[in-house]
């Protein structure tokens, strides 16, 4: 018969989020329904505050009564309803928490993977062979500037302790000659007249009596 007339397609089951959607729709519907209930529940009791007693009292009492029964039994529902959506949820969190934690662990799985086809490609052998060619172009390149600063005609060992007593020499010779009088003022020293007895300016008659009388 289904070759012949078709089957009925079958329709998708509503996932976890199109329940909380229409659970959240129906508690939004309950809601309004209570707050009717309030209103009316607020027109009897403003009757029955200008109304004394007798029936006509007695009766919107029993109509009062009715309505806050209903709407006991709405927001029994609604409290019902309110919860099935906070579980819905929580069941959509953990659904999703494990979707994040399975994929999580699939990327994982897949660098697992990768490296392992990189580090296989790695040759270790190669590398250490690759630090060893490095070190020696080190070491020769250290013996070549070593070479080149080499110096000529200096001695390889110093005495330090002979550098300072030469030193030391040298300042005590510097010494000696700074304090002697310079041989250019001692030499002829008694061929110079002495000066410091004679009178700096003569009397004129003295210097006239010293003149030579010229011959006429």
Request: aromatic fraction near 4%.
């Amino acid at each position: 018969m289904n070759r012949l007339f078709g089957s009925k397609a079958a329709t998708p089951k509503p996932s976890l989020q199109d329940a909380i959607t229409s659970t959240e729709t129906r508690a939004d519907g309950v809601t309004q329904k209570i707050k009717k209930l309030d209103q009316e529940l607020a027109r009897y009791r403003d009757q029955m505050k200008k109304m004394t007693s007798g029936p006509g009292k007695k009766a919107v009492e029993q109509r009062a009564l009715r309505v806050l029964r209903q709407k006991r039994l709405y927001e029994g529902q609604l409290d019902q309803l309110y919860q099935q959506s906070y579980n819905m949820e929580q069941a959509t969190m953990t659904t999703e928490n494990l979707r994040n934690t399975m994929a999580t662990v699939d990327a994982m799985n897949s660098a697992n993977k990768e490296m392992r086809k990189t580090y296989g490609k790695i040759d270790l052998d190669k590398i250490e062979r690759v630090q060893d060619d490095m070190e020696d172009m080190i070491e020769q390149a250290n013996e070549v500037q070593s070479t080149l600063g080499r110096s000529y005609g200096v001695p390889d060992e110093i005495d330090e302790d002979e550098l300072q007593a030469e030193l030391d020499a040298l300042g005590d010779d510097l010494g000696e000659e700074l304090g002697e009088t310079p041989s250019y003022l001692t030499e002829g020293a008694s061929a110079l007249p002495d000066v410091s007895n004679e009178p700096l300016n003569k009397a004129p008659a003295e210097q006239e009596s010293a003149q030579p009388v010229r011959a006429i």
